[in-house]
């Protein structure tokens, strides 16, 4: 069958640009790439323990059988979501399959029409996604600018109408693309005064901040002044699915309007258990201590390079051009490090970069060689 014209187009066009996206399966030996922070998605301690648990609870089932609110629900899953809200400090937690599906459901089907979201423009895509299938007007500030934020609510107000308007205001606690953090008690501060509904997506800093990798809403604790929390599993937990967090009144209206929940079929018990044993690892491992060792070396190491500042795993350094970018990338492969370039229009056009995200696992021998090889290529 032939592709459709206008699709083939679209791909010419990527391919002209140098922005045509590949699939790769070679793994290069140094990762500066995954978001394995803490070595959890290759750790045989959890993949065992894993399988214990399910053959001691005699769990032998492949997959939910359906959608959680048929066949697919179970007592692991009520029993994870307790045991989340434990670690996280939090009311009430729902699984979602994936920190995609918990952003689409949220944003699609808690702001209502006449409702209001203010979105930092860095947001993450599966945010902007579901605030694109959301029923509520929608705006974007200024990357980390409050005043622009409180200047965007204020030019809007005049056009909306403020009658029984709600205001949902979302960031996250650890930019994906840039590494860098907004400042959570100001924002807080701003919206409590207001009577605004902060979101914070904390899918990078799960694993990374606070003494037990617990968030860096935890970190500050802060964690009770958000309405809502987003923490998925497939970056420091190594596995796979995402929580969100909030009261029980939020749960029970995710259960019965988040769509990305309703019409879907639930994990299976092995995910559910994965991210079990992930969690009770993550309270007792000492790579939490490892990554924030690996943080403060690469931090030291590249004091004097232009880096956007990040206390955070994720560290970028700016190479405009998709082209440039994709080159110096391909020469720190070339060495053996698996570095990615970030290019448009995943960010915006002059801002390319190399995104170098760090782990427990990485040695300051890596490091050094590699921030060798980057001065000398760059
Ligand atoms: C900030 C943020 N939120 C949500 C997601 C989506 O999470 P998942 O990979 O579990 O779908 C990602 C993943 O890239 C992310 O970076």
Same mark, same amino acid.
């Given at each position: 069958m032939k592709t459709p014209k206008k699709l083939q187009a679209k791909l010419q066009e990527r391919t002209q640009k140098n922005t045509l996206r590949r699939l790769s399966t070679e793994k290069k030996t140094i990762d500066f790439s995954s978001n394995d922070y803490l070595g959890f998605a290759k750790s045989e301690t959890i993949f065992n323990k894993t399988h214990q648990f399910l053959v001691d609870r005699n769990l032998q089932q492949n997959g939910a059988t359906g959608s959680r609110l048929l066949s697919g629900n179970s007592k692991l899953y009520e029993e994870v979501e307790a045991h989340i809200c434990t670690f996280h400090n939090s009311e009430a937690a729902l699984l979602f399959n994936s920190g995609y599906d918990a952003n689409i459901g949220f944003f699609s089907s808690v702001p209502q029409r006449g409702d209001a979201i203010f979105y930092d423009e860095y947001i993450h895509a599966s945010i902007r996604d579901g605030i694109n299938m959301s029923n509520a007007k929608s705006y974007k500030f200024k990357h980390n600018d409050l005043d622009d934020l409180a200047k965007k609510i204020n030019n809007s107000s005049q056009k909306l109408s403020t009658l029984n308007q709600d205001i949902y205001i979302v960031t996250e606690s650890v930019f994906s693309m840039d590494g860098d953090s907004p400042n959570l008690q100001e924002l807080i501060t701003f919206c409590n005064k207001n009577n605004y509904y902060l979101v914070v997506d904390e899918a990078h800093a799960l694993g990374v901040f606070g003494t037990h990798g617990e968030g860096l809403l935890q970190k500050l604790g802060? &964690?009770? &002044?958000?309405?809502a929390r987003i923490y998925t599993f497939g970056k420091a937990l190594g596995c796979h699915g995402a929580v969100i967090l909030g009261s029980n009144e939020l749960r029970t209206y995710l259960v019965n309007f988040a769509r990305s929940f309703v019409y879907t079929t639930g994990l299976s018990p092995h995910a559910v258990a994965t991210i079990k044993i992930a969690y009770n690892e993550l309270a007792e491992t000492i790579a939490t201590k490892q990554l924030k060792d690996t943080i403060a070396t690469f931090k030291q190491a590249t004091q004097q390079l232009k880096f956007i500042p990040s206390n955070s795993a994720i560290h970028c350094y700016i190479i405009s051009g998709n082209k440039n970018v994709k080159k110096a990338a391909t020469q720190l492969q070339s060495k053996g490090f698996d570095v990615k370039p970030i290019v448009s229009p995943t960010i915006p &056009?002059?801002?390319e970069r190399l995104r170098f995200c760090l782990h427990a696992y990485n040695s300051t021998e890596e490091i050094e060689e590699m921030i060798n090889t980057l001065t000398s290529v760059h």
């Amino acid at each position: 069958m032939k592709t459709p014209k206008k699709l083939q187009a679209k791909l010419q066009e990527r391919t002209q640009k140098n922005t045509l996206r590949r699939l790769s399966t070679e793994k290069k030996t140094i990762d500066f790439s995954s978001n394995d922070y803490l070595g959890f998605a290759k750790s045989e301690t959890i993949f065992n323990k894993t399988h214990q648990f399910l053959v001691d609870r005699n769990l032998q089932q492949n997959g939910a059988t359906g959608s959680r609110l048929l066949s697919g629900n179970s007592k692991l899953y009520e029993e994870v979501e307790a045991h989340i809200c434990t670690f996280h400090n939090s009311e009430a937690a729902l699984l979602f399959n994936s920190g995609y599906d918990a952003n689409i459901g949220f944003f699609s089907s808690v702001p209502q029409r006449g409702d209001a979201i203010f979105y930092d423009e860095y947001i993450h895509a599966s945010i902007r996604d579901g605030i694109n299938m959301s029923n509520a007007k929608s705006y974007k500030f200024k990357h980390n600018d409050l005043d622009d934020l409180a200047k965007k609510i204020n030019n809007s107000s005049q056009k909306l109408s403020t009658l029984n308007q709600d205001i949902y205001i979302v960031t996250e606690s650890v930019f994906s693309m840039d590494g860098d953090s907004p400042n959570l008690q100001e924002l807080i501060t701003f919206c409590n005064k207001n009577n605004y509904y902060l979101v914070v997506d904390e899918a990078h800093a799960l694993g990374v901040f606070g003494t037990h990798g617990e968030g860096l809403l935890q970190k500050l604790g802060v &964690e009770q &002044e958000v309405f809502a929390r987003i923490y998925t599993f497939g970056k420091a937990l190594g596995c796979h699915g995402a929580v969100i967090l909030g009261s029980n009144e939020l749960r029970t209206y995710l259960v019965n309007f988040a769509r990305s929940f309703v019409y879907t079929t639930g994990l299976s018990p092995h995910a559910v258990a994965t991210i079990k044993i992930a969690y009770n690892e993550l309270a007792e491992t000492i790579a939490t201590k490892q990554l924030k060792d690996t943080i403060a070396t690469f931090k030291q190491a590249t004091q004097q390079l232009k880096f956007i500042p990040s206390n955070s795993a994720i560290h970028c350094y700016i190479i405009s051009g998709n082209k440039n970018v994709k080159k110096a990338a391909t020469q720190l492969q070339s060495k053996g490090f698996d570095v990615k370039p970030i290019v448009s229009p995943t960010i915006p &056009e002059g801002k390319e970069r190399l995104r170098f995200c760090l782990h427990a696992y990485n040695s300051t021998e890596e490091i050094e060689e590699m921030i060798n090889t980057l001065t000398s290529v760059h």
